[in-house]
């Protein structure tokens, strides 16, 4: 079965500095792989997905992240953390054949200014 | 484009009482929605799925007559919270999908549910 692991629970950047939220997944075939932030209190939007198509993934509001099939990873970065990108981010991969959606247990990032 | 609502945003319950909640598509048709349910500092963990005109499939340890989904048209889902308890007040998010190569699911903004 498909899953997904958040390795952080917190992350806490500066503002300005870059963002590295980390993913790794488990899956027996080539995964569709998505990362949804979440602010408080609002729906979850969709930031950048894979879908077996280019390794690097660019998303909404400076956010990217790359595919690396060799080390079942997926992780979302930004090269400059913005006081707006606080909320909680999750790392979500569709299961093979179906359209239901694994998610992980989702990254707070916290920006200080 | 692409927008999901849920109504209500909020909504407050005495115990043993029921609560619908409703979720729209608003400018594209929903062949399924998804019901998922969020308490406070976890992660979304999906309750049911929903075909337009067919029986809700329920995930393990669901409970199918405690949480009743009705998706009647392609354009609307309901989750009715039957004989609601505290141990129910949570935060229910849906999804609609309109189907095709995509599978793409798209978002309502969530309705927190509070039993007392």
């Known amino acids: 079965a498909q899953s997904v692991t958040q390795l952080d629970s917190h992350v806490s950047v500066s503002e300005g500095t870059p963002v590295l939220l980390r993913c790794n997944y488990s899956?027996?075939?080539?995964?569709?792989l998505f990362w949804y932030v979440q602010h408080p209190n609002k729906g979850l939007q969709l930031l950048l997905k894979y879908t077996s198509a280019a390794t690097l993934v660019k998303g909404i509001n400076g956010f990217e992240a790359e595919f690396k099939k060799s080390e079942t990873s997926f992780h979302l970065t930004k090269p400059s953390a913005h006081m707006s990108d606080a909320a909680e981010y999750f790392c979500?991969?569709?299961?093979?054949?179906?359209?239901?959606?694994?998610f992980g247990t989702g990254t707070r990032l916290l920006v200080s200014p | 484009g692409a927008v999901v609502s849920q109504h209500p945003s909020w909504v407050i319950c005495k115990s043993g009482t029921s609560v619908k909640i409703e979720c729209r598509s608003l400018?594209?048709?929903?062949?399924?929605m998804f019901w998922y349910r969020q308490f406070p500092k976890q992660s979304l963990m999906l309750m049911a799925t929903s075909n337009e005109g067919s029986k809700a499939t329920y995930e393990q340890g669901v409970e199918k007559d405690k949480f009743l989904i009705n998706h009647a048209s392609l354009t609307l889902s309901t989750l009715t919270v039957t004989s609601a308890h505290p141990e129910d007040s949570s935060f229910y998010i849906c999804s609609a999908t309109p189907g095709g190569l995509s599978y793409e699911q798209y978002f309502g903004p969530g309705t927190r549910l509070t039993v007392t």
């Open positions: 899956s027996s075939y080539s995964p569709s």
């Open positions: 979500v991969v569709r299961t093979t054949g179906f359209q239901k959606l694994v």
């Open positions: 400018d594209f048709q929903a062949t399924t």
